[in-house]
């Protein structure tokens, strides 16, 4: 594509059949301009398209064919469109076409796709097919669109290829081939010392191949690039040859190692969407920035822009800049984008399992390590989500064209690229752990085809390598964590030296720490008791404190113990982990454990000494910087998935929480982003987190400064809470009972009548997309998903305990899951998660009924007909400013509304049925309240005298006869009391999650949930969105109208009879 416009640029105009060709002016190869002024060119200084001669025309050619109809004639003119430029010639290729036609095709090294002139398809009568993609910038940043594209079957060099060619409307030659044509074909373009001689060959093949002088303008200028190739660490137990066939191998590829052109199509086909659904535009001010960090901000904007990975923005949308020093002291570019990531809907694209990374390795000799440079900016934006990246800085407003870091669904959208892209070679030829590519074999032969065969795929991709992060061929290497060699897997060195290089205790403090660290795992350690026995008796104020032989042989020795395995583990993914971290005034120490079985297993050891600079930090502010520390230095293991942090400082919890935080605590939650939404902060007292206390205290290691330990690696959260379709389809078989299901509907074998009255598979069940399901013949999903055992109490959990499910109790709780889900005795998987809920069993109060007769409200017979409506409270006032909540609800469908307000005035309750119940439901017939001020208010009277609504009061003193909405009350509070913190000053914020809790529960009289009394549909709970399920079938109109009515008069009908019950 380069070449062809650097033509372009030349030829202003080219003859076809016909037509004359208009010059402007023409840039020599040299850099020189001959200025052709004649518009109309002499017969005497023609050039011909067929011959090369001057003096005529084509059209007057005497070699020209005399057997040619309109069409042919206008396709050979097109065919020897390959004007001989002044002062070099430019490389072409004879190619066959499928009607016999040969003809001449340009090969452009500086194309990613090939392309043709529109008349070679109207020649070869060759079916188009519409070009939906984004158009290319070329090499002078003018924009072209190919008007379409057609798959063209062509013969070169003896071999034929089918290949997609891009359509153009005008081009200055008929075909020529891009990289990919190059590729398919086989071909290689060998550069002189001097760039400017080219040689086509292809092995094999008798076909001659002119060589031919290309200016200099249009060579790629490879000196860059073989210094980026230069910089490739080679294996260094290759000898001569096997180094040089590698080189050779890396070497073909040129292309992975130069710059991405600004503006040209992907040909992975990746996009980053970023799915915030109908919500208003998020607009963020800038941060407040000094003068050196506006420079930083203004040169990196730049450098962006000119690389094409920002552009200009008219964006609704905007988020802060942050800068943070590095290392080299230069500053960091991070956008803020975690209000963003709070809105967006969660793509749970499964990030790779490093335990089955890791587990594929055996039995290999020869290995490759590849890394993608600025692997996220290898993918463009969505363009209609480009304006949700909008960032804003002191001088203007930019938003991302590539992905940007600190997006929550990033690492999603690079897993899905890395997994497209080498569908066909992942786990048999290569392993990927996001940006990180293993080529692995068992011989040196078998490794120059895997390595030639992922690089490949790579070019094909368009994508680009970090050359100086690219190891070929080596015998042992560092990946993931490990050092990787013939014999197997084993913890870097560095990951054990904390506890290895544990100075000589020289006082009794120190001695204490160690014993209690060693203590701490001594289950892994044979005779542990005997063994740090003479430790123990220095603790004895009875002893002489001396370090003596015993002492150090059991220091030694110990030492030794915990360095080997079974101490430090292979990390496990489906294991609890936590991090445990701590900081003193003389370092930091972290350990990662992870726990089964109730036995826990140490993973890895860190440390590190402080810097000058934070030795003078407060003890919260190393507390916090432990934890920024600790979660970089194990990133790899814990990214995209839960674990606990613990620490013996409770004010980092809060710290982490906070979301306006200046100076270094604002850097410190921007570094640590990315895990907030997985991990949970667990507090322990200081003599239980013995290890990182020990290693904070006794650290190993150079100083390191602060830009290096918070460095923001804002790759962002992957948070996956439910399964893919694969996984659960994994599980379901897993399952025994659920397998025997399955077997019997694959395997289409005929039940006996006696095992048909028991369960008759066939009808009750069915596969959709390899997923089970059972039928459901109640109120519900028409098909149920049939959940595996692994999974069932995490499914219980969901529908119980967060705000949207209001901890309800076991009956209604089954009834939200009996309506979604199915699993034999799912009452008893329920009754036993419900019942030892803590926060239930805190908060929730027995009842029964009251004493008397009950005289029941007539049920009106349409939806928001009759209201009931009350007040509560007073709670402690929010943050807010509010004390009460204005509670009202529908007699008929049993439908809460709720609002949070700051007192009980007349003017609250007008505006509240104005804007929750008018404006939403529609105008009632009855309202029915209390005898409180705020309802008999002349300003409440004058709204509902307007409004044509009855208002009916509840007796005196006696709010029982507004019951419906004292029981409201009762459950508001009791789900309210199970989210709010200590001080409950945050009540207000739950109020939503409350009222949608209420509105999707199975009412105990209509059977049915006030949210399918409304919608006639079952509500969508976050839960359900985690799982596939099977398309329902369209209902017309009249028959939702009438499932509807039935619904509701059945709703009524069981409130009556209700209504009976609460009289007896």
């Known amino acids: 594509m380069a070449l062809l416009h650097s033509m372009d640029r030349r030829l202003s105009k080219l003859e076809v059949p016909g037509h004359g060709i208009e010059r402007g002016n023409v840039r020599s190869h040299e850099g020189q301009n001959a200025a052709v002024v004649e518009k109309t060119r002499s017969r005497t200084n023609a050039t011909c398209f067929i011959c090369a001669s001057t003096g005529h025309f084509a059209r007057q050619c005497p070699l020209r064919r005399q057997k040619q109809n309109t069409t042919d004639e206008l396709a050979m003119g097109l065919m020897n469109a390959s004007l001989p430029l002044e002062n070099g010639h430019l490389p072409y290729v004879d190619v066959l076409l499928p009607n016999g036609m040969s003809i001449r095709a340009l090969v452009d090294t500086g194309a990613a796709a090939t392309f043709a002139h529109e008349n070679l398809l109207k020649h070869c009568r060759i079916p188009a097919q519409p070009f939906n993609q984004r158009e290319f910038k070329a090499i002078d940043g003018a924009r072209v669109r190919p008007k379409c594209t057609a798959q063209l079957e062509l013969t070169c060099l003896g071999k034929t290829i089918g290949i997609d060619v891009l359509i153009l409307p005008s081009s200055p030659c008929l075909l020529a081939l891009g990289t990919d044509a190059l590729r398919m074909l086989g071909m290689t373009v060998e550069l002189s010392m001097k760039g400017s001689l080219v040689k086509l060959a292809n ?428 979660l970089r230095m194990v990133r790899p293991y814990v990214l995209g998935r839960k674990f606990k942090i613990v620490t013996d400082n409770s004010a980092v919890k809060w710290l982490f929480g906070r979301h ?121 999903r028409p098909w149920r998903l049939a959940i595996p055992l692994n999974l069932r109490r995490n499914i219980v959990v969901s529908t119980h305990a967060p705000p949207t499910a209001g901890h309800l109790g076991v009956e209604k709780t089954v009834n939200r899951l009996r309506k979604r889900y199915w699993w034999p005795n799912i009452m008893k998987t329920a009754r036993e998660v419900v019942l030892a809920c803590p926060i239930c069993q805190k908060r929730k109060v027995g009842s029964g009924k009251p004493p008397g007769l009950l005289q029941s409200i007539e049920l009106p017979s349409k939806p928001f007909e009759v209201l009931g409506i009350d007040h509560l409270g007073p709670f402690p006032l929010t943050g807010k400013g509010n004390r009460y909540i204005i509670v009202c609800i529908d007699y008929l469908t049993k439908w809460v509304e709720l609002m949070a307000v700051a007192d009980t005035t007349s003017q609250k309750v007008a505006d509240f049925l104005m804007k929750s119940i008018v404006l939403r439901h529609g105008v009632p017939k009855k309202l029915i309240s209390d005898q409180g001020t705020a309802f008999t208010a002349e300003k409440l009277k004058t709204t509902l005298g307007k409004l044509k609504i009855e208002h009916g009061m509840a007796s005196s003193s006696h709010p029982q006869s507004n019951g419906l909405v004292e029981r409201v009350n009762r459950t508001l509070s009791s789900i309210l009391a199970a989210y709010v913190n200590s001080k409950h000053a945050n009540w207000d914020d739950f109020v939503p999650y409350a009222m949608f809790a209420i509105n999707t529960m199975d009412q105990s009289s209509t059977k049915l949930s006030p949210f399918e009394l409304v919608y006639g549909r079952l509500a969508v709970l976050p839960t359900d969105s985690c799982f596939p399920w099977p398309e329902q079938a369209v209902e017309t109109y009249d028959a939702f109208k009438r499932r509807v009515q039935n619904l509701r008069a059945l709703a009524r009908s069981r409130c009556m009879e209700a209504q009976k019950k609460q009289k007896i």
Request: aromatic share 8%.
């Open 660 to 780: 306006q935080l200046n100076d270094k605590f604002g850097r410190w939650v921007m570094a640590v982003t990315e895990y907030l939404d997985d991990c949970e902060f667990v507090h322990r007292s200081g003599r239980m987190n013995v290890i990182p206390d020990a290693l904070s205290r006794a650290p190993v290691g150079p100083e390191v400064s602060e830009a290096e330990i918070v460095e923001e690696a804002l790759l962002c959260t992957a948070v996956c809470d439910g399964v893919s379709r694969e996984e659960l389809e994994i599980l379901q078989m897993a399952d025994l009972e659920l397998r025997r299901i399955r077997d019997w509907l694959d395997s289409g074998l005929v039940q006996t009548e006696e095992d048909k009255r028991k369960l008759n598979v066939q009808e009750e069940f069915r596969l959709v997309d390899g997923i089970l399901y059972r039928k459901n013949h109640d109120q519900g």
């Open 203 to 630: 092995d094999g093949c008798s076909n001659d191949v002119d060589l031919r002088q290309v200016p200099a303008e249009t060579v790629l200028k490879d000196d860059s690039v073989a210094s980026a190739m230069a910089r490739v660490t080679y294996g260094d137990q290759l000898n001569k040859e096997q180094r040089t066939e590698l080189e050779k191998v890396v070497k073909s590829f040129p292309q992975l190692f130069t710059k991405a052109e600004n503006g040209t199509m992907t040909p992975h086909g990746i996009t980053h969407r970023i799915n915030t659904q109908a919500v208003n535009p998020i607009k963020c001010r800038p941060y407040r920035v000094s003068s050196s960090e506006r420079k930083a901000i203004n040169e990196q904007v730049n450098e962006m822009l000119k690389d094409g990975t920002i552009e200009k923005s008219k964006s609704p949308w905007s988020f802060p800049v942050v800068m943070v020093r590095k290392q080299d002291a230069s500053w960091r570019f991070c956008v803020d984008y975690r209000r963003l990531n709070a809105i967006t809907k969660r793509d749970v694209y499964p990030l790779p399992r490093m335990d089955d990374v890791l587990d594929r390795l055996g039995g290999a000799r020869y290995f490759s390590k590849l890394d993608l440079k600025n692997g996220y900016w290898q993918i463009p934006v969505e363009p209609s989500d480009r304006e949700k990246t909008a960032f804003v800085t002191p001088d203007g407003l930019y938003q991302f064209t590539k992905m940007p870091f600190g997006l929550s669904n990033a690492p999603a959208s690079f897993s899905r690229l890395m997994d497209q892209a080498l569908v066909d070679l992942k786990w048999t030829v290569c392993l990927t752990y996001m940006d990180d590519i293993l080529v692995f074999s068992a011989t040196f032969e078998e490794h120059l085809n895997r390595l030639r065969a992922v690089l490949d795929v790579l070019s094909r991709n368009g994508l680009r390598l970090q050359p100086t992060k690219c190891v070929v061929g080596a015998e042992k290497t560092e990946y993931l964590g490990h050092i990787i060699d013939p014999t197997g897997l084993r913890p870097l060195p560095a990951k054990v030296e904390a506890i290895s290089s544990f100075p000589r205790p020289q006082t009794v403090r120190q001695l204490r720490r160690f014993i209690g660290m060693s203590s701490y795992y001594r289950r892994f350690i044979q005779n542990y008791a005997g063994m740090a026995r003479p430790l123990h008796l220095l603790l004895k104020k009875t002893e002489a404190r001396k370090w003596g032989d015993a002492q150090e042989k059991a220091f030694v020795q110990l030492k030794e113990k915990m360095k080997n395995p079974p101490i430090l583990q292979h990390f496990h993914d489906n294991w609890c982990t936590a991090l445990h971290c701590d900081a003193s005034q003389d370092g930091l120490g972290a350990v990662l454990i992870q726990s089964k079985d109730g036995k826990e297993h140490v993973v890895t050891y860190l440390s590190r000494l402080l810097t000058s600079t934070e030795r003078r930090y407060h003890s919260n502010e190393l507390e916090c910087l432990a934890v920024v520390w600790a």
